[in-house]
């Protein structure tokens, strides 16, 4: 059975991902830890469309997380044509307040995770010579950003492997975008004890949804969501990276000194 596996489908992007794609008849997977909301999701999109909804509440930091992973989906027998690694989170402050448990378990979900699903299920992927994974990043994995310093650089990982692996896959059949979305209104914020998000253009879920699916269809190795996310990031080529960081830097520090 076709299915698309979706991570961090529990709420806010991952939670709009499934919606869509099951609104789009296809089969879903959903992965999360909080296993009440889980329950209720896949209740409710088996009842508005005519798809199997599935979960699997799990902790995708533990590191015997993504095997565990593949294998239900193989002991489920199910046929993994989509993947979309979107669980995540945040920390804002300055780097050296930070838990640093915390930092190493961000590290372990918005990357060490992150790579062992894509490597996992992308094998069997390109055996069928089909499939997509969608990775999402972030505005953030651009540039540099102080007192977000260890969540950006996981972002811009996240940005770097994924369109590496784009140009891998692109001929055999297999493609691999990163998605990388603004400031969206999302449990994100107060997940990754950040407080208000940012004043900035804020957009929802689904609209990031609809982009990647969009960009999905383009066959892109990346998208931004939101045009004015999009100038943001595109003039900042234009300016020295310094001048960048240092904007940035001034801007999250008032956001944290308040
Ligand atoms: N919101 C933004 O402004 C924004 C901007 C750019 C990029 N992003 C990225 O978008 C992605 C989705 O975030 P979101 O904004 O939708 O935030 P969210 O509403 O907080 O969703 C995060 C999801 O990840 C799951 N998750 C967290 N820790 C997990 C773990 N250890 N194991 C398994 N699942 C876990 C959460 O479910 P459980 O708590 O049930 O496990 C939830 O379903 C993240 O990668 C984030 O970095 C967000």
């Known amino acids: 059975m076709n299915t698309a596996v979706i991570t961090g489908a529990s709420s806010g992007i991952g939670a709009a991902f499934a919606e869509k794609l099951a609104a789009r008849g296809r089969n879903v997977l959903l992965v999360a830890r909080s296993e009440d909301k889980l329950i209720a999701m896949c209740n409710e999109l088996g009842r508005m469309s005519d798809i199997r909804a599935h979960y699997i509440a799990l902790d995708l930091i533990r590191p015997d997380a993504a095997a565990h992973l593949f294998e239900e989906t193989q002991r489920r027998g199910l046929v993994v044509d989509m993947l979309v690694n979107n669980a995540g989170f945040g920390s804002m402050d300055d780097f050296i307040n930070l838990d640093l448990a915390r930092e190493l378990q961000m590290i372990d979900l918005n990357i060490k995770a992150l790579v062992e699903l894509t490597h996992r299920f992308l094998k069997p992927m390109r055996e069928r010579q089909q499939g997509a994974i969608i990775n999402v990043a972030s505005t953030a994995g651009f540039q540099a950003v102080p007192y977000m310093t260890t969540y950006a650089a996981t972002k811009a990982f996240v940005l770097s492997f994924s369109e590496a692996l784009w140009e891998e896959n692109r001929e055999h059949g297999v493609h691999v975008m990163a998605l990388c979305p603004g ?60 001048f960048v960081i240092k904007i940035a830097g001034k801007a999250l520090r008032s956001q944290f000194e308040e």
């Open 183 to 242: 400031v969206t209104e999302t449990n994100f914020f107060a997940a990754s004890n950040m407080g208000r998000p940012p004043m900035r253009t804020i957009q929802t879920p689904e609209e990031v949804v609809d982009t990647a699916l969009r960009a999905l269809g383009q066959r892109k190795p990346s998208v931004i969501s939101g045009w004015t996310n999009w100038l943001a990031v595109a003039a900042e080529r234009f300016v020295p990276r310094s």
